[in-house]
């Protein structure tokens, strides 16, 4: 089985392949290129590598966010139009729950993180027991570091958390990170190249029968789009 895992939802995108259970290509987005013109490129050099074309691929995973709008459009966009023309299942998950899982020996409250930008990342707190195991503790959030910090110190309630970021500086660097040190965590940092734990997680999901449907495929932007926020609150450009 060919499985095309896809995540543009910020500038550290990749796209990966997997033929058969075994991952056999990871593009990484290592420019300024818009993803409209790298995406299928990209695809097809990983493709080449499996001796496959689109029409041979038999599961299309993709990070559905939280991330940039543009570029989780583009994502969406392309799965849905390629699912459409060569009759393709469709996965669809949490980038966030994507880095918690790269965490494979932990057992208990793992969070994930990177940025946000506007002095904000982006955030999940996960629970992981035995396997399968893992379930988020409340909906995936946009936050001020600090504040993401001690939501988590008041989510898990004394327990140990297990710590992973795109972005250690903006973990480390938050006055509310020293307490959790001196409870002996740690912060790992994560590595890029998630869309292939996109792909991977899609399989797990496709084993157990659960696919997404195309049609209702939708982004998980967690914060609106400036346009949204222009034209639903003038008040906060001093209208």
Known sequence: ???????????????????????????????????SSWLL????????????????????????????????RVGLTTVKAWAELFGIKVVGVSRLEVMARQLRDATG?????????????????YWREG?????????????????????????????????????????AGVPSWKERVERGETLIRCADGLAAGVAELGEERARMGKFTDPLVLDANYVRRSDAEIFWKDPASHGK
């Open 109 to 125: 409250f793992v969070a994930a993180s990177f940025d946000a930008q506007r002095g904000q990342v982006f955030g999940g707190l």
């Open 41 to 72: 490129p990209a695809v097809e050099r990983g493709l080449a590598t499996a001796e496959a074309r689109l029409r041979d691929i038999q599961l299309l995973a993709v990070a559905c966010g939280p991330g940039s709008f543009t570029g989780v």
């Open 131 to 171: 396997e399968p195991g893992w379930n988020i503790v409340e909906e995936e959030m946009v936050i001020a570091p600090d504040d993401f910090v001690r939501w988590v110190a008041e989510k898990t309630r004394g327990d140990i958390v297990r710590w992973i970021t795109l972005d250690a500086e903006l973990i």
């Open 1 to 35: 089985m060919i499985t095309l895992g896809i995540d543009t939802c910020e500038a550290r995108g990749s796209v990966a392949v997997r033929e058969d259970g075994v991952l056999v290509s990871v593009q990484k987005h290592e420019s300024a290129e818009d993803y």
